[in-house]
Structure formats: C-alpha cells, structure tokens
C-alpha cells in the first residue's frame, strides 16, 4: 500500500502562483511514475503533469505547458507541483497519484493510488 497526502492547495488570484506538494509513505516511493491530476466541478478527472521513476521523463498537459513544473525528491518521498501564471480554468481538486511503473501514463486507470486532493482555486 502507498499512502499520499497533498498539501498546499488554496486561492489565488488569476497570474499567481502555487506550489503542491505530495507526500508518500509505504512501499518504495522511488520504484514508481507520479502524476498530478485535477477534476473541476462537473467535469473528468484529467491529467496535468507526471513524472517517470528517475525523473528522466515528463508529460504536461497542453493546458499547463509553460506555466506548471513537476518535480520529485526521491529521498525525501515527495512529489511537487509548481504552478505559476494560474488562470481561473486551473480551478479543480488537484490530486496525485503514483503509477507501479517506471514510465509515465496519462490515464486515471493507469494509476494505482491516490491521494484525497486538495483544492485549488484562482480567482479572476
């Protein structure tokens, strides 16, 4: 079992930032991919960013490209999340996610734990 507890989430007004982070406990943290995914009121869950085991391997979603930076400390079991220029369609529950694999997925089925998520939101 992995737990994962996010933290850092809260309002913020269009152009600023944020920073989430992640953190792990359990099995080997450092063995497996992370993602970040957010789900806005009445809408799917969807991919933002995730990272693969060593940190080689990014995806962002097209909507955060430039503004979001994702990073992990495999030592400290954490994963982070930077958000800058934050638009108020960043709004939505931000969770995490750690995937039993090396390489990164943008699917919520592809994920095997979840953390309870945190709320995010960006005032226009």
């Known amino acids: 079992q992995v737990q994962l507890v996010e933290s850092g989430g809260g309002l913020v007004q269009a152009g600023g930032s944020l920073r989430l982070s992640c953190a792990a406990s359990g099995r080997a943290f450092s063995r497996y991919a992370m993602g970040w995914f957010r789900q806005a009121p009445g809408k799917e869950r969807e991919i933002v960013t995730a990272?693969?085991?060593?940190?080689?391997?990014?995806y962002y979603a097209d909507s955060v490209k430039g503004r979001f930076t994702i990073s992990r400390d495999n030592a400290k079991n954490t994963v982070s999340l930077q958000m800058a220029s934050l638009k108020p369609e960043d709004t939505a529950v931000y969770y995490c996610?750690?995937?039993?694999?090396?390489?990164?997925?943008?699917?919520?089925?592809?994920?095997?734990?979840w953390g309870q998520g945190t709320q995010v939101t960006v005032s226009s």
């Open positions: 996610a750690v995937r039993e694999a090396v390489a990164v997925a943008t699917g919520t089925a592809s994920y095997d734990y």
């Open positions: 990272i693969s085991r060593s940190g080689s391997t990014i």
